[in-house]
């Protein structure tokens, strides 16, 4: 079993849809969250980061982390063409460095116009 | 933009050769990592150097190298290419290392060996 796991979808869905983007891990160490959004050609860019289980907003975007079910999300209301991008989340343990630092495949999100 | 530089975005070379690929990081940032992104594997951490020392090593062939220089810009070496190792190559900077920097990547090098 990986450390971490991630749909590879593509997940297509219309305009203005609610998205969900899911990953479950397996190391109970793992403290730090993150969510990155890759367009194609470029570099994971950081959207959301939380730290330990929650909810946290930021606009259209929302994450969560269940720690005790080791699942966290990415929401996406209102979704927008522009939305479409790979999701990569990733995660860190408790005074881990670099090394620490798992990402998910990624999940392929189109937003169809 | 991120604010990481990553040169050349696109290199195409032959299995045996040897390639450097070259990052400068945001301004201020003291550390810098490189990844390794394929279809198959995902975002594979390489190497992670602070303030020029080597910090921490991932999956990182013995035929890879890299270094950062007293101005922190750093460069990833790679020889003896294998067709397995096309792929792009990500740099990515952050202020200071530990668990919960966040890290800041460039567009990336992508790599074709033939």
């Known amino acids: 079993q990986k450390e971490v796991e991630q749909d590879p979808g593509p997940l297509s869905v219309p305009e203005g849809a609610i998205v969900s983007l899911n990953c479950t891990y397996s190391?109970?160490?793992?403290?730090?969250f993150m969510w990155y959004r890759q367009y194609s050609r470029k570099g994971p860019e950081l959207l959301m980061y939380?730290?330990?289980?929650g909810n946290k907003e930021d606009g259209r975007f929302t994450a969560q982390v269940d720690k005790s079910s080791k699942y966290i999300s990415l929401f996406i209301r209102d979704s927008q063409p522009s939305d479409s991008a790979t999701y990569l989340c990733a995660m860190q343990r408790t005074g881990g460095g670099a090394d620490g630092l798992t990402f998910g495949k990624g999940t392929h999100l189109i937003i169809q116009p | 933009d991120s604010g990481v530089t990553q040169t050349p975005k696109h290199l195409i070379t032959a299995t045996g050769q040897r390639v450097t690929l070259r990052c400068s990081p945001r301004s201020g940032d003291l550390s810098v990592y490189w990844y390794q992104q394929s279809l198959d594997q995902g975002l594979q951490f390489l190497i992670q150097y602070y303030n020029g020392e080597e910090r921490a090593k991932g999956n990182i062939l013995e035929r890879f190298s890299a270094q950062q220089f007293p101005d922190l810009h750093s460069e990833l070496n790679l020889s003896s290419l294998e067709l397995g190792d096309s792929a792009l190559y990500f740099c990515?900077?952050?202020?200071?290392?530990?668990?919960?920097?966040?890290?800041?990547f460039g567009s990336g090098t992508q790599l074709s060996v033939l």
């Open positions: 990515a900077s952050s202020f200071r290392t530990g668990a919960n920097e966040k890290l800041f």
């Open positions: 190391n109970s160490a793992f403290q730090y």
């Open positions: 939380t730290y330990s289980s």
